[in-house]
């Protein structure tokens, strides 16, 4: 009797599920990311405290304000400092009173009152109390009355997390 070898079958791998998987994991992170951080202006070295602790919710009305200096690539300033607006520019300290107004004539315009919006302060870690204290000066004198401020939260033994 003669043997015959196997004939080799085709096998045809069906991708579907394997596509369908990798969309649910794209949907999945995108749902889960977190969109505060995208806020946040990498050029902001936050100062570190012990008793820093991370916000439940952001404010519903929030202005987000990032204040540090330009810095290069070994992290060295070279300029500043600056207010990082949303609109991508940086607005030197003697500008700052003019951005306020637009933001306070912005939320007014929209039918809100600049009273009820929180301003978070982001400043850099180097940066001069005297300039924060401007700043906030500036945003009182707009109308803004309730002020947050962001820092890096560190262990008590003085390591970064």
Do not use: C, W
């Not at 990032?66 to 060295?76: F, P, Q, S």
Request: avoid cysteine; glycine fraction near 8%.
């Amino acid at each position: 009797m003669r043997i015959r070898a196997p004939k080799t079958a085709n096998v045809d791998l069906d991708l579907t599920p394997m596509i369908d998987i990798v969309f649910q994991l794209i949907a999945f992170f995108m749902v889960i990311n977190n969109f505060e951080a995208s806020r946040a202006d990498e050029r902001v070295k936050l100062p570190e405290n012990e008793f820093a602790i991370p916000a439940e919710a952001a404010p519903p009305d929030e202005l987000l304000l990032n204040l540090g200096y330009e810095r290069n690539a070994a992290g060295l300033i070279t300029d500043g400092p600056f207010l990082f607006h949303r609109d991508g520019r940086s607005y030197g300290p003697d500008e700052v009173p003019t951005v306020l107004t637009r933001e306070a004539k912005y939320t007014s315009d929209l039918g809100g009152d600049p009273a009820d919006v929180t301003v978070t302060v982001r400043a850099d870690a180097t940066l001069p109390t005297g300039t924060v204290r401007d700043v906030i000066d500036a945003a009182r004198g707009v109308g803004y009355v309730k002020f947050a401020f962001k820092a890096t939260a560190t262990d008590p033994g003085g390591a970064t997390p």
